[in-house]
């Protein structure tokens, strides 16, 4: 009996010992899973370089000010992979709020130990030990802002003396931001590290990363305000104004596009960054179109601002300001401007360098380039959603987009822009040397079209018995169209023509030679005036292609009277009173026209002064002209002064004075 007793107790024993090790076991693992679930420690210990702060994560829904706080228990919180999309990893939820939180062990001894921040969200909290370290924007109520510059904050270490450091990021996430792959925390959105290595990468990062787009921009300014200085001087380029206004759209772009690289700024700035990019479509057809003369119509021209609109909305949607279209379909929503810049214009420059515009052979290679970036964007984009593809178009995408050259990371985007920049100087280099050759030539032309007018107009008059002349001549450029020429008649008396080409520079300097040849070719045979204004007249038809001159025939005779006929000229002044002349019209308009001639007696010692207009339409900076009355008050000066006085007014056209004052009479012999 004791036996059978001494064995059930063994065999309960037994029993009871196999349960105790299987509840031993099953606590064990029990254990061990949760230590699986649960992350461990993120171990700062050995931290010589930075690192990204990319495990030991959990996250939560929600918004509780408990949530930074060192010993809150976060044991119900589900561990969070940051290469794992947010919205996965909530199922489709998209609260507006969402804490995430990480423990650090550090080595208590370390010093300078900061935390980086770049492109979390538009607005976050970031607490270290239940003390805020750094924050952007406003997470509730929502106030979003840019999130492209890096923060860098120091931690206190105080804080890193303690050896464990608790990190809470509160993130306020809006509505098109879930529209991003990654919304919310995520990969290399944290970096914990040494501050001065941190700040090091920082600057060799916004350099790097900016520099071919700052490149690109600063380039397309300068040539925009040069572009702007050629237009103000060759109206009838217009391409040049529209150079100038896309270098002020790159120009308005800038400051925030700087600013946004050191500071996070309010999320307006870039709506209104975006407003900019809306001319970008018409600015640039304009411009390409003006090099090979296309004329922009009204239905491209509407097209061309709805690109625009289309453009700045596109803008802000890939930001995940504006909602878009569900993945790659959001390429869509520029497809106006895409298709001008990668269809439209290079078929269009193509054309015309086949029609022998070299321009428009210039042009043609950037705008190659950015098409096959465009192509290359738009095809590696489709890709990247088709299973098993991926990667590969992540890798082109990052390959066109971020090329690595030394230090930089340069866009085909970017060079494409520099390349535009670049052509367009060449061309406004080719046009410079061009216009200096033909400047060259011009001048060469003035220069002897100047000494056959010197030698055409009198500077030293021949003496003439029973008269005393003076004359000068201000031409307001290299050459001028006013004349006169003085003829001394055989048997006494001289004859005078003075008058002005219409016009300026060569052409009138061309017409005035032919207009004094005729005027020595008529007065061999006549010193009447109505024949030689008449002989003029015909002589001009037809060579003056549409231009005409104004004249005035004056023969003095030796007995002191002097006939005067007027085509168009100012009247004369006979010692200071202006003579009255029957008018006539300017030589060169109307064949057989009639040239009417007044007599006039001059005693001895009168003085009549000839004017061209130059005189009488000197104008001063206040627009006021010298006019006919100040012209009368000093017809009587010396013909110098009369021409310093016009001068010193404000000269704008040529300025002629003769004077001839009647001096002794010239005793007259009659053959016998």
């Known amino acids: 009996m004791k036996t059978l007793l001494r064995e059930a107790v063994f065999a309960m024993t037994k029993w009871r010992m196999a349960g105790l090790c299987l509840a031993l076991i099953l606590a064990s693992g029990s254990t061990e899973l949760q230590a699986q679930a649960r992350p461990a420690v993120f171990d700062a210990t050995r931290l010589a370089v930075p690192r990204d702060l990319d495990d030991g994560w959990l996250a939560q829904p929600g918004d509780s000010a408990s949530y930074a706080e060192p010993g809150f228990d976060d044991s119900t919180w589900a561990a969070f992979d940051l290469h794992r999309s947010l919205s996965a990893f909530l199922h489709g939820a998209h609260p507006p709020i969402v804490w995430y939180r990480v423990r650090l062990r550090v080595d208590p001894a370390q010093t300078g130990i900061a935390l980086r921040e770049e492109t979390l969200a538009r607005a976050f909290e970031i607490y270290v030990n239940g003390e805020r370290l750094m924050a952007s924007g406003q997470v509730a109520p929502l106030r979003p802002y840019t999130y492209n510059a890096p923060i860098l904050v120091r931690i206190p270490d105080r804080m890193v003396a303690t050896g464990h450091l608790v990190v809470a990021v509160r993130a306020g996430i809006a509505k098109e931001e879930w529209g991003l792959e990654f919304p919310g925390l995520s990969t290399g959105n944290l970096t914990l590290g040494p501050d001065g290595a941190l700040a090091d990468k920082d600057w060799l990062e916004v350099i790097g990363e900016n520099f071919g787009s700052m490149v690109d921009s600063v380039t397309t300014v300068a040539l925009g305000l040069v572009a702007l200085a050629l237009f103000l001087s060759q109206r009838r380029h217009r391409e040049y104004l529209w150079i100038f206004g896309l270098g002020m759209v790159s120009l308005a772009e800038l400051p925030v596009r700087v600013i946004s690289l050191f500071h996070n700024i309010p999320i307006g700035w870039r709506f209104l960054n975006a407003g900019f990019t809306i001319f970008l479509p018409f600015l640039t057809a304009a411009m390409y179109f003006a090099f090979v003369s296309v004329r922009i119509g009204r239905k491209f021209r509407v097209f061309l601002w709805i690109a625009g609109l289309l453009n700045a909305y596109s803008n802000l ?314 012209s009368q008050k000093i017809a009587t000066h010396p013909a110098t002064e009369i021409a310093a006085a016009a001068k010193h007014f404000g000269q704008s056209d040529d300025i002629t004075v003769v004077a001839i004052t009647r001096t002794t009479p010239v005793a007259i012999h009659v053959a016998a």
């Open 317 to 630: 949607a890939n930001q995940g300001l504006l909602p878009n279209l569900p993945g790659s379909y959001g390429l869509l929503t520029n497809l106006l401007f895409v298709a001008l810049l990668a269809a439209v214009i290079p078929i269009v420059l193509g054309v015309h360098l086949r029609r022998g515009n070299r321009e428009a052979g210039i042009l043609l290679i950037p705008a190659i380039a950015f098409s096959l970036y465009i192509y290359a964007n738009y095809a590696l984009a489709l890709l990247f959603n088709i299973p098993g593809w991926s990667a590969a178009a992540r890798r082109g995408l990052n390959l066109i987009q971020r090329f690595p050259a030394g230090p930089f990371a340069i866009s085909l985007n970017d060079v494409s822009g520099i390349l535009s920049t670049i052509a367009l100087s060449i061309i406004m280099v080719l046009r410079a040397s061009r216009t200096s050759r033909v400047q060259a030539q011009l001048e060469g032309e003035l220069e002897a079209a100047r000494e056959v007018q010197q030698v055409i107009l009198p500077e030293q008059i021949e003496l003439v018995p029973g008269f005393a002349i003076e004359s000068v001549y201000v031409p307001a450029q290299q050459v001028g169209g006013d004349f006169f020429q003085i003829v001394p008649i055989a048997g006494g008396g001289l004859l005078l023509v003075i008058g002005d080409v219409a016009g300026k520079g060569l052409p009138a300097a061309m017409l005035v030679s032919v207009v004094v040849g005729a005027i020595r070719a008529t007065a061999e045979f006549t010193h009447n005036p109505q024949e030689i204004l008449a002989s003029l007249n015909e002589r001009l038809l037809g060579r003056s292609r549409g231009g005409f001159s104004t004249a005035l025939a004056a023969y003095f005779s030796p007995d002191g009277f002097v006939e005067i006929a007027n085509a168009g000229h100012l009247s004369p002044y006979i010692d200071g009173q202006e003579l009255d002349l029957e008018g006539a019209l300017p030589l060169g308009i109307l064949s057989r026209s009639a040239f009417p001639v007044r007599r006039v007696l001059l005693p001895e010692g009168s003085r009549v002064t000839f004017y061209s207009d130059g005189v009488v339409e000197a104008q001063n900076g206040e627009g006021e002209l010298f006019g006919f009355d100040r």
